[in-house]
């Protein structure tokens, strides 16, 4: 991890990315998709493509001297990943294909051992991939899943939790660590401290958390956190499992082949130990080493500027597009309480319109229902349309969104 800090220049980060100096129609794209993905710095584009021009290899168990460089490589990218998360071992960290398959990874390994009148706990908050798995498993093995409550703008109640955690029946606590939605943070720590005091582990989806503040996984104390490169501004097609040595070490393998195993015979088979029995067939060599090269390099910028940054962001959007007729912003008022993205509805426009036209217009938002159904039928919205940050944004950028929803607003009504 790089220790000296550069200076917070906006204009100079954004020279470091390619894509936002192309230009589409004389203009380059407005980009306030970022909780879908980041886009990508020169660092972590050169990485890739020195690997694959001077260290392509497969690593592991290889004598020649390319395959030494590519293990050296994809295992230096774990102990970045280590340090990136304050790990206790790089042994702690598992590559997968991202957040969804990290999940994905825990609820077949814990729920092999589950029974009928199990349950798990998570929040409406939660994105798909932190919902569809546990739902699975309640087809296939009548496990129960328990709702904690929460208010209009995203606050759990943590009382709920406690009556949740009381039968004893929990066996897992899974929680958002940043809602895509609605911009919240629950309070990771607390939910942590009384889903132990309970016996029951917790599962953190870091998915949107990574990119916008640090992630000490000592300090949360969580048993299992999961996150994808690709919205950390490294690359797609590769995500991190973190897990505790002891818990991670109880579950079985996902996959099966080669890399993943000690031992295997005509009857059976012995698994490799952590991380490598998470890790069957060749592993993503060069994407660790482009996220290794996107940790690198996010480690110039000291948290405190760049969550300085985005919270001024967030605090002119809200500002801005409060002065547009009917528009409706979710989640909580108050700024201080938000962070990433702000998503909202426009009275007499589809969000998908509006975002359509947006787009034409060069002003890059989402809609829809952000992979959060349970969410957005609490809210008893059918879709809404988002706005996020990341670090290279703009205030000029911010700017530009109000006055073009105005805009729109009078073309659909002159149609």
């Known amino acids: 991890m790089i220790h000296a800090r550069m200076s917070f220049d906006v204009s100079a980060i954004r020279r470091q990315f390619p ?15 970022n909780a879908a993905t980041t886009q990508k710095p020169r660092a972590m584009l050169d990485a890739m493509q020195s ?15 390319l395959a030494e460089r590519a293990t050296d490589a994809y295992e230096g990218a774990r102990e970045a990943v280590a340090g990136f998360l304050n790990a206790a071992t790089p042994e702690e960290i598992v590559f997968t294909k991202n957040a969804t398959e990290s999940i994905n990874i825990v609820a077949r390994g814990l729920g092999a051992a589950w029974k009928k009148g199990d349950a798990v706990i998570l929040t409406r908050l939660e994105h798909h991939s932190n919902v569809v798995p546990w739902l699975i498993l309640k087809e296939e093995k009548g496990i129960e899943l328990r709702w904690v409550d929460m208010d209009k703008d995203g606050h759990l109640d943590l009382s709920s939790l406690d009556s949740l955690l009381t039968d004893g029946n929990a ?11 609605l911009g919240i943070r629950p309070p990771l720590e607390e939910i942590t401290r009384r889903a132990h005091a309970a016996g029951a582990p917790v599962l953190l989806d870091a998915a949107q958390s990574v990119a916008h503040h640090p992630t000490d996984v000592q300090a949360l104390d969580c048993d299992f956190l999961a996150f994808s490169a690709h919205k950390l501004y490294g690359p797609t097609g590769i995500g991190i499992l973190y897990g505790k040595a002891s818990p991670l070490s109880r579950l ?24 490598a029995r998470f890790e069957g067939g060749t592993p993503p060599v ?3 080493v482009g996220f290794a090269a996107a940790i690198r390099w996010l480690g110039q910028y000291a948290w405190k500027d760049i969550e300085a940054h985005e919270r001024k962001l967030l605090a002119l959007a809200q500002k801005e597009l409060l002065t547009v007729p009917g528009l409706t912003i979710l989640g909580p008022q108050d700024v201080t309480e938000r962070s990433g993205s702000l998503s909202f509805t426009v009275d007499g426009i589809h969000p998908h319109d509006l975002t359509h036209l947006l787009g034409e ?12 159904e349970p969410l957005h039928r609490h809210l008893k919205l059918m879709a809404t349309t988002r706005l996020s940050v990341a670090l290279y944004n703009t205030e000029e950028e911010i700017r530009a969104v109000a006055p073009a929803i105005r805009e729109i607003q009078k073309q659909l009504r002159g149609k």
């Open 361 to 372: 217009r060069g002003i890059c938002l989402r809609a829809g229902q952000h992979c959060t």
């Open 286 to 288: 060069a994407e660790a």
């Open 171 to 181: 066996k897992l606590v899974t929680v958002t660590a940043l809602s895509n939605v």
């Open 51 to 65: 690997f694959y021009e001077h260290d392509n290899a497969n690593p592991h168990r290889g004598m020649h001297i």
């Open 19 to 33: 894509l936002l100096s192309e230009t589409a129609d004389g203009r380059p794209p407005v980009y306030l998709d």
């Open 252 to 275: 079985p393998p996902l996959l099966g082949g080669g890399m993943m195993i000690k031992e295997v015979c005509e009857e059976r088979y012995v698994p490799a130990d952590i991380p």
